[in-house]
């Protein structure tokens, strides 16, 4: 695709070509103007092209918008969350925290509203879903999404392949973590799949033969493992050299390393605060279909999911792309996956249920699976007849392959005129050229995300593959937008959703947080907070307490009495220890939850997930797979 063939949304100057024209929103009044997530699911919407408006009278009891459209259809989108799980507790209730300690060392938050974000992406990707349900002829007006199962959704891969049997690395002596640093004091981030150009890298600056052995295993295990606990030697060769020669040796032997950049989206002016303001899309209207034949076939049911009647090929590897058409699949869509001959090279990444892989069977389970040669004429025939029954074509191949194979969009749109043609990229199609290779860890370095991840021993970015995940979810709630618009109005796009826009919007998304909730200044919030190292984890009788940052005097006053009441009877310095250890997770939790006290066991493995008494209700195990319930559910409900 050439740099013309996309336009950047930009709704000062292309808002009559938005995806979501017509789209109005309006708030409840039981809506708050403080809820973070409510802002992100505005935010996202009006980025795509809707409007939003005053508030409506509602009968709400719970969060709410009201999406509606200028052709009739509406939808209420409820946030059920009755228990006012915040962010960071979620983290910790869903294994996030856990799994980030393999890299952190220690039970501490992501520092990011990671998971409120991914919310807000799948709230409006199943509500857009759902006025499509209503053109086809549903009458469900009402989603409730969860956030519990939201988190679940973030987390499944990993809690899947824990229940197999990963064993997670722990840290052995004279072993850092990434990120590296420089002579000149440059952190920064290595990326690399070939351990030839591995072994070649680290041959340049001397590194004995058996340390560059010894650490590619660990390396390329941290996309599964969370943790990448690699020989001192490593980093103390490369803090002998300066950046720019590290640099050299790098592009010569063909490896990608990144800085790890500023959190400051005002330092990327030209590469990531304009995918603030516009979003991770980028789409170009390729034709208008002027007869409804194309679109008949999709008219002929209402089922309980809003994509039954949409198929979607996908030609797809790792994690964005499959996972992005996981989320559809789970919305209704009937979902192709192209394979090359023998089959996706990752079914066999251990640990293994059978003979396939946890990970792989987590983002690909339920999908069609047809293997292709599209290097082949014979391939290509077969491609070309695929497509011709699709609505969506989606591919998330390198920079080059679509040209190379001569399955661009244009060439695609000559089969296939009312087919749909997406794409999930690193940085964007064509790349953002500062940009490094587009992966989850580098692009968590070049987009500030990396600089904003709490890390007690240092800073460097998350070993959880979460711009993966809201890349994923961003293709997915583009994807869903484009076909809104074609049954709109008949408009045929192509769209491409970035791994870098997904992570600009996460950074705004922290900025948003920071200004509606800044620290507390009464001195009775300060003190409990500064007391207990707020927010913080605690030993119980059985398992680990996490306790969120106070932030009204009640709590502060309710946690101070609690303080007072135990330091008279062990005046001991350890009366922190003395008092949580008193009792089990399930009775502080309780506890806290009638004081509304934000806080929650720390769950570490599958086997928590599936005993804790809020996530349970969410998950099951059959034969040693587990089994997560939709993150929405649909109904005829009041709006």
Not at 21 to 36: F, M, P, T
Not at 43 to 68: N, P, Y
Not at 73 to 82: E, F, K, Q, T
Not at 153 to 164: I, K, T
Request: charged residues 15%; aromatic residues 6%; glycine residues 6%.
């Amino acid at each position: 695709m050439t740099a013309s063939s996309f336009r950047t949304i930009d709704l000062t100057t292309q808002k009559t070509q938005s995806l979501l024209e017509g789209l109005k929103i309006q708030l409840s009044d039981y809506e708050s103007e403080s809820d973070i997530l409510m802002c992100r699911i505005k935010k996202r919407a009006s980025l795509l092209g809707a409007v939003l408006q005053d508030r409506t009278s509602s009968k709400a009891t719970s969060q709410s918008l009201l999406l509606s459209d200028n052709l009739g259809l509406s939808v209420a989108l409820c946030i059920n969350n009755p228990l006012s799980h915040t962010e960071a507790s979620l983290q910790a209730m869903s294994g996030l925290m856990a799994w980030h300690k393999h890299n952190s060392q220690q039970f501490v938050p992501l520092g990011l509203p990671y998971l409120t974000e991914l919310t807000a992406s799948l709230a409006l990707t199943s509500s857009i879903a759902n006025l499509i349900g209503q053109i086809k002829g549903n009458s469900l007006k009402r989603i409730d999404i969860f956030p519990e199962r939201v988190a679940l959704v973030a987390m499944a891969q990993y809690l899947a392949m824990e229940l197999a049997g990963l064993k997670a690395p722990t840290k052995k002596d004279n072993t850092d973590s990434p990120p590296f640093k420089s002579q000149d004091h440059i952190l920064f981030e290595i990326e690399v799949l070939d351990p030839y150009k591995w072994g070649a890298f680290w041959q340049a600056f001397n590194l004995p033969s058996s340390d560059i052995s010894t650490s590619w295993q660990p390396y390329m295990q941290r996309y599964v493992s969370a943790s990448a606990w690699l020989p001192t030697s490593l980093f103390n060769l490369l803090q002998q050299h300066d950046f720019q020669h590290i640099q050299i040796i790098a592009e010569r032997v063909g490896i990608s390393i990144c800085a790890l950049n500023s959190s400051d989206i005002q330092n990327h002016k030209n590469d990531i605060a304009p995918l603030a303001e516009s979003g991770p899309w980028r789409y170009q209207t390729l034709n208008t279909l002027n007869e409804s034949k194309p679109l008949n076939r999709l008219l002929d049911t209402a089922t309980q999911q809003p994509l039954t009647g949409i198929t979607v090929v996908e030609s797809t590897r790792l994690i964005q792309g499959p996972m992005a058409t996981h989320i559809l699949r789970m919305l209704g869509a009937r979902v192709i996956k192209i394979e090359p001959v023998g089959g996706d090279p990752m079914r066999g990444m251990p640990p293994l249920i059978g003979d396939l892989s946890a990970h792989f069977h987590t983002i690909n389970q339920g999908k069609e699976v047809v293997e292709l040669d599209l290097h082949s004429p014979e391939g290509k025939a077969d491609f070309r007849a695929l497509i011709q029954s699709a609505d969506v074509f989606f591919h998330n191949w390198g920079p080059g392959r679509a040209e190379r194979l001569g399955l661009t969009q244009e060439k695609v749109n000559q089969i296939a005129p009312h087919l749909i043609y997406a794409s999930a990229s690193g940085s964007g199609n064509p790349p953002t050229p500062s940009a490094p290779i587009g992966t989850d860890f580098m692009m968590q370095a070049f987009s500030g995300v990396a600089a904003n991840v709490s890390n007690p021993n240092k800073m460097g970015g998350a070993l959880i593959t979460m711009i993966d995940t809201l890349g994923a979810a961003a293709a997915a709630e583009g994807i869903v937008s484009a076909l809104f618009r074609r049954f709109k109005d008949g408009s045929v796009n192509a769209i491409d959703s970035s791994m870098l826009g997904a992570a600009s919007l996460l950074i705004d998304a922290k900025r948003t947080a920071d200004a509606m909730h800044p620290p507390a200044n009464q001195k009775v919030i300060l003190d409990i907070n500064q007391t207990l190292n707020l927010p913080n984890t605690f030993t119980t009788r059985d398992g680990t307490l996490f306790i969120e940052t106070i932030r009204t005097p009640h709590q502060a006053e309710v946690l101070q009495g609690m303080l007072d009441r135990v330091k008279k009877t062990s005046p001991s310095p350890f009366f922190l220890h003395t008092l949580f250890i008193s009792h089990n997770t399930a009775f502080w939790e309780e506890q806290f939850t009638q004081q509304q006290i934000p806080s929650s066991q720390v769950n570490q493995n599958a086997q928590d997930i599936l005993h804790h008494p809020v996530m349970k209700q969410h998950v099951s195990v059959n034969h040693d797979t587990l089994n997560f319930l939709s993150p929405w559910t649909y109904s005829k409900g009041e709006q």
